[in-house]
T-cell receptor, first 117, second 115 residues
């Protein structure tokens, strides 16, 4: 069963703790992305990676960290430095480029809802 | 920097009417423009996309137009149905510079189709 899987679906964190969200894909995609979704603010890019062992900061990277040690996996750590971590987190993956230099469809995981308690 | 602006934030139409959502992007170094639909509690899913080498693409009741000179693209839904009610996102993928490969989304449009 091919796809992109995020776990867990719901996650609760105490203030001051780091927590890691999992994202795994078996689509053989090179590119992977992490987005944060808050009501009324759309999908904001946290980090993205186009190849193993390389990643770039998105628009709201502060308080987050990632790693890309394997093509299939792109875990996101929400650190204690993130002041307002309660949100819905979405991971996505895509072929890096399709049809020459053009982009191609990004597939999303089902998301992880993180709540700070 | 790379930015995608989407309007309107909410759109309410009667069943059978057309709906239009517009997006602008900040940098000409972008050549791929997808549109996603997100139903309540679900993941976003691609409904249509367009590449910068074409100006228009149509798929049944859905069409997308691209104006590269003006840096804007639009989603058109005709003969709307209640099941079209959802949040719609536009996006742009950057293909040059320090943001090579970056996929940026608009703020989303909540579309409500009244029966």
């Amino acid at each position: 069963d091919g796809g992109i899987t995020q776990s867990p679906k719901y996650l609760f964190r105490k203030e001051g703790q780091n927590v890691t969200l999992s994202c795994e894909q078996n689509l053989n995609h090179d590119a992977m992305y992490w987005y944060r979704q808050d009501p009324g603010q759309g999908l904001r890019l946290i980090y993205y990676s186009q190849i193993v062992n390389d990643f770039q900061k998105g628009d709201i990277a502060e308080g987050y960290s990632v790693s890309r040690e394997k093509k299939e996996s792109f875990p996101l750590t929400v650190t204690s430095a993130q002041k307002n971590p309660t949100a819905f987190y979405l991971c996505a993956s895509s072929i890096l480029w399709g049809q020459g230099v053009f982009g191609t469809e990004a597939f999303f995981g089902q998301g992880t809802r993180l709540t700070v308690v | 920097g790379e930015n995608v602006e989407q309007h309107p934030s909410t759109l309410s139409v009667q069943e059978g009417d057309s709906a239009v959502i517009k997006c602008t992007y900040s940098d000409s170094a972008s050549n791929y423009f997808p549109w996603y639909k997100q139903e309540l509690g679900k993941r976003p899913q691609l409904i249509i996309d367009i590449r910068s080498n074409v100006g228009e693409k149509k798929d049944q009741r859905i069409a997308v137009t691209l104006n590269k000179t003006a840096k804007h693209f639009s989603l058109h839904i005709t003969e709307t149905q209640p099941e079209d009610s959802a949040v719609y996102f536009c996006a742009a993928k950057w293909t040059a510079g320090t943001s090579y490969g970056k996929l940026t989304f608009g703020q989303g449009t909540i579309l409500t189709v009244h029966p």
